[in-house]
């Protein structure tokens, strides 16, 4: 009996460690396809700041914004799916640009999902 009580034991715990690894994996997997959007987002950006160049900030420590509605609408991307395959807000999601030094800019997305957005924006 006490054999019997030892052996469920182990098997729930290892059955624990499978559904906490295979969450873990899935989580991973999550963060991974949205940064891979928000790098394209950043790509595709900076093609749009190429050819208007007038809208990057002119002063150091100055920002600006581009929306991904403007990004999707001059088909410098296409729209955004989220995991679920449900578009992202595309007037919510942008990227911004920071001048850094006189001829550098730093980008950074930030995508909005219904079930995702990315952390440290607005």
């Given at each position: 009996?006490?054999?019997?009580?030892?052996?469920?034991?182990?098997l729930v715990i290892l059955v624990l460690l499978v559904i906490g690894s295979a969450?873990?994996?899935f989580k991973v997997k999550r963060?991974?396809?949205y940064n891979e959007k928000e790098k394209?987002?950043?790509?595709?950006?900076?093609?749009?700041f190429s050819f208007y160049n007038n809208y990057l900030p002119?002063?150091?420590n100055k920002k600006t914004r581009?929306?991904?509605s403007a990004l999707v609408l001059e088909q410098y991307m296409d729209k955004i799916k989220?995991?679920?395959?449900?578009?992202?807000?595309?007037?919510?999601?942008?990227?911004?640009?920071?001048k850094t030094s006189e001829d550098e800019f730093l980008y950074k997305a930030h995508l909005v999902c219904d079930n995702?957005?990315?952390k440290g924006g607005e």
């Open positions: 009996m006490k054999k019997k009580i030892i052996i469920s034991a182990i969450n873990n994996f963060i991974e396809y394209l987002m950043i790509k595709a950006s900076k093609e749009y002119k002063e150091i581009v929306l991904l989220d995991d679920t395959g449900k578009d992202c807000d595309i007037s919510k999601s942008y990227v911004e640009v920071e995702y957005e990315t």
